[in-house]
């Protein structure tokens, strides 16, 4: 049975950092398509950041280049690093994971087929 268990969240003031994890079990990240989603009150669940199977990443525009996506192969976990958070940074950040080996990561949510349960990131001004 797969598992994504998100950890890391907190609350931060804006300018500060927080770094995501999320550990897969039953899954191996290595070979797979995963990506971070969030999703804040009122608002639609939205891509923030992808990695393929071959390592190659891709972010939300809006971004602007403040998160990093990556996986450990070791610890078989995918992680976000997020500097410069603001307030509109705040959501539940959610990790997700496609079922077939070398499948494209996308943004698009309905192409994950194992979620984690979220971990919330509160960043105040």
């Known amino acids: 049975r797969v598992q994504l268990v998100e950890s890391g969240g907190g609350a931060v003031q804006a300018g500060g950092s927080l770094r995501l994890s999320c550990a897969a079990s039953?899954?191996?990240?290595?070979?797979?398509?995963l990506a971070w989603f969030r999703q804040a009150p009122g608002k639609e669940r939205e891509g923030v950041a992808t990695i393929d199977a071959y390592d190659i990443t891709t972010y939300a525009d809006s971004l602007q280049g403040r998160f990093t996506i990556s996986k450990d192969n070791y610890r078989n976990t995918l992680n976000l690093q997020m500097h410069s958070l603001q307030p509109e940074d705040t959501a539940m950040y959610y990790c997700?994971?496609?079922?077939?080996?070398?499948?494209?990561?996308?943004?698009?949510?309905?192409?994950?087929?194992?979620w984690g349960q979220g971990t919330q990131v509160t960043v105040s001004s």
């Open positions: 997700a994971a496609r079922d077939r080996k070398w499948a494209t990561a996308t943004m698009n949510t309905g192409d994950y087929e194992y």
């Open positions: 039953g899954y191996t990240v290595i070979n797979y398509a």
